[in-house]
């Protein structure tokens, strides 16, 4: 059986062990950078994240990037402490403190910041939030096509962590993504709460039937930029595309699957659950949606 490979996977550059990262005001080298052991996301995972690509010096999508990003601060009602402008500026700082141009991930992490006890209540987090950048030189090198098994664990519901939210939380996807590489898999394929296809542990997912792409209805699903961006080139482009329940049985008989993430745009799925999608190849409807997703970022970052 092929090793594993992860939606993730990037080619090695050396230049990563000595980039800058920032860390509450202050670049400093990967080696020290640090945060505490009472920071509320160390210790109960108390925060949001973004990533971002940057391409041509420029950050793709970064107005929606931003948006999300304090659409979630308003959601666990956290204080960032800086406005948007702000935030952005830490990023390029981050950027130009590692010469980078191209090839390059960000994660932005903003938790509830050092708390006085080890505890829950948000009152304990008294000296405010804590802003993590770390921007690598990241390459996507995705070998292959990627392996699915469908697994028990689902996204939850919205009155209990609503999938939307770019929490640090994600124990119930790390545990999906356990389970499917125990059953041999690269990535999990998570249903919603009614059984219908949602989405995987890390990314969005999409199928294509008789040239038609369908995605889920995005309720259960994470809010990925990349995925709605994907939509908006189908519809641009006259590629029927469909957000709307859809089952197992529709997947298995599909002709292609993908992914879709910040990190590796489009991924192509080879098999779910053992039974191969399509040619368990790159198909022709993907391969027209990166040129378009191409195309497109190209525009954003000109």
């Known amino acids: 059986m092929n090793e594993h490979v992860t939606t993730h996977q990037a080619s090695d550059d050396a230049r990563n062990a000595d980039i800058q990262i920032y860390v509450n005001g202050a670049i400093v080298h990967r080696d020290e950078a640090k945060v505490s052991v009472y920071d509320s996301g160390f210790i109960l995972g108390d925060g949001i994240w973004e990533g971002l690509r940057l391409y041509n010096g420029k950050w793709a999508f970064l107005d929606e990037h931003m948006d999300r990003l304090f659409e979630a601060s308003l959601a666990i009602d956290l204080d960032i402490g800086m406005d948007r402008a702000g ?45 993590v950048i770390i921007c690598e030189h990241s390459k996507p090198s995705i070998p292959r096509p990627i392996r699915l098994a469908t697994v028990p664990h689902m996204r939850g519901l919205p009155m209990t962590q609503d999938p939307k939210l770019n929490s640090h939380s994600k124990l119930n996807c790390i545990l999906a993504c356990i389970a499917a590489e125990k059953a041999g898999a690269d990535e999990a394929l998570m249903l919603d709460v009614n059984g219908f296809v949602n989405t995987t542990n890390a990314c969005n997912f999409f199928i294509v039937r008789k040239g038609a792409v369908w995605t889920s209805t995005g309720d259960y699903c994470m809010n990925g930029i990349t995925r709605q961006k994907v939509i908006d080139v189908c519809r641009a482009d006259g590629i029927p595309v469909f957000e709307r329940n859809y089952s197992l049985v529709d997947t298995y008989g599909a002709d292609e699957a993908f992914l879709t993430g910040t990190f590796g745009a489009q991924t192509p799925v080879a098999d779910l659950d053992g039974r191969q999608i399509g040619s368990g190849e790159l198909g022709p409807i993907t391969t027209r949606i990166r040129k378009l997703y191409k195309n497109l970022v190209a525009k954003d970052v000109a």
């Open 87 to 131: 935030v952005i500026a830490a990023l390029e700082a981050t950027r130009l403190a590692n010469g980078m141009e191209t090839d390059t991930h960000a994660r932005l992490m903003i938790t509830r910041g050092v708390k006085d006890k080890p505890f829950q209540h948000p009152s304990l987090s008294t000296s405010g939030p804590t802003m």
